[in-house]
């Protein structure tokens, strides 16, 4: 199958196409040609009035030159509103003042000497606009009617007003540097074309990337602040509007001293960021947050990058991959000890049986079986850590939930109904596995039970709370003891670290891990007044959505 194009005994020649609208690029072009067209109407028509010959010009017909010119005036001024205007089309704009330029050159050609006047050089003028605003091909049809034109004004002389004959060589001449032109013309915006398409995609594609980029960088958890060589803010994410507490009627670009007032904070505040990489800021409300600073190029007039980042949310990541590694260093050892524990629980099983074994000894044997059996729980306890259980991910009414896991730990220890008080919201809900959260609400509540004073009530308070994004919930447990010691609060989460002689140390440890697993959070919160509370933060369901998709893969 043949591509579109001019074929000439089967050869292609031309392969351009006419715009099928006219861009901006276009529409300029067409109103530089008829600001020519406006100078030259204005020339022609001076031209016709002085009483100074102005070389072979109007010297045939001078009345025909005259009305010609000041036509050519008149029209340039029509098309001068058009364009404007916009209408009509540009496809039918092109062509119609190309036919005008064609009839006009004619008649002024006519009007004067013909040959040798110097008119005819305004249809090679001609040929070349028609080229550039409409193709090679449109080049190549107005130098074929130019062509024709002439000839037929040349018979026209011969015929009707007696002119000698002769002058078809040069003709000739001027018919084939049309064409030539045209050719010429052809290529040229040939490749102005593919120069333009090239650019076009290339814009095309940048504009994608930076939609692309643009989106990549709002999703970013770490505020970003990027500021230019002039101290103006170009970007400015969402997650710098957060942790700063910027006003959401900033609007970007602005100069970095603007954006320092909107966000009430004084240059104190950023004046050692140029001089560090890294630093930590507190701002007024509290917050702690990492700031890191990136020169742009070479040098820092260039520009720099300002990123943020909630110190308190990496110490808790910190914390969070310092527990999944001790959890696996813990689930190792647990394995390895193991094998030497069957041998001893064996050999204590023998020695039990004995005949030979004395009375007094019997009590030692019972001793090794018995802490032979409660190492054997805490491996057995370990190594359950790192199967990944089948978790049932759903939306939990949380008030409802924790009441009848309420119930149901005060019937088995015993205890009265207002020994346990819970508050807060209740209609909140939250997403997670309710049966696994079930066990770290009895773990907290054991230990609470153990270090509280039972003869007070309610010996634990619980308060349930909708967190500010108003997505999950926030539950606080708190009791009437005397709270975690500062100096080991940090430990309280640690494997195998416990207080009581009778504890293995893995509760809080197994709790956490549950609730990490669970896409919800558990912390020790310290108060002033030397109690403290558990805070239990539990997960929306965006966040359980992708963790069971994480958990799929």
Known sequence: MRTPGQYIFGSRILTDSTPREGGTEYWRSLFYLNLYRMLLAVFLSTASLTSVSVGSLSSRHPELFLYTSFSYAFLSLLFAFLIHNDWPGYIIQCRLQILVDIIITILLYNASSGRGSGIEILFFITVSASGILLGGRAALITASTATILLILEHFYEILINQQPP?????????????????????????????????????????????????????????????????????????????????????????????????????????????????????????????????????????????????????????????FI?????????????????????????????????????????????????????????????????????????????????????????????????????????????????????????????RYADASKSPIIMIDISENTSGEGCTIRLSDNGPGIDRSIQDKVFEPFFTTSSTGNGLGLFIARKICLSNGASLEYIHKESGNGNFVLTLASKNTCHRLQYHLQE
Not at 363 to 392: A, F, K, Y
């Open 166 to 322: 002769g002058g078809f060589t040069s003709l000739g001449f001027i018919g084939s540097g049309l064409f030539i032109t045209a050719f010429i013309i052809y290529y040229l915006t040939l490749l102005l074309r593919k120069t333009e398409i090239e650019v076009a995609e290339k814009n095309i594609t940048l504009q994608k990337m930076g939609d692309i980029n643009q989106l990549i960088i709002e999703q970013l958890e770490s505020g970003i602040i990027v500021v230019d060589q002039s101290s103006q803010v170009i970007l400015f994410n969402n997650s710098a509007r957060e942790l700063l507490t910027a006003p959401d009627s900033i609007n970007i670009p602005l100069s970095f001293d603007s954006l320092i007032n909107k966000i009430s904070l004084d240059d104190a505040y950023f004046s050692k960021i140029s001089h560090e990489k890294e630093s930590k800021i507190e701002l007024p409300s509290g917050k702690t947050i990492l700031t890191r600073y990136k020169p742009l190029g070479d040098k820092a007039e260039n520009g720099y990058l300002i990123l943020f980042d909630d110190y308190s949310q990496i110490e808790k990541e910190k914390r969070n991959e310092k």
């Open 325 to 449: 590694a001790m959890g696996r260093l813990s689930a190792s050892i647990a394995h390895e000890i193991r094998n030497p524990l069957g041998a001893i629980c064996h050999a204590g099983q023998l020695l039990g049986e004995s005949p030979a074994i004395r009375k007094e000894d019997i009590r030692l044997v019972e001793i090794i079986e018995g802490q032979s059996r409660r190492i054997d729980q805490i491996i057995n306890t370990v190594l359950g850590l790192g199967q990944q259980n089948e978790q049932n991910l759903q939306k939990i009414s949380v008030h409802d939930w924790l009441g009848r896991v309420i119930n149901d730990f005060t019937r088995e220890n015993r205890l009265s109904e207002d020994s346990i008080l819970l508050s807060g919201d209740r209609v909140t809900s939250a997403y997670g596995d309710p049966a696994q959260l079930r066990q770290v609400i009895q773990n907290l509540l054991t230990n609470s039970l």
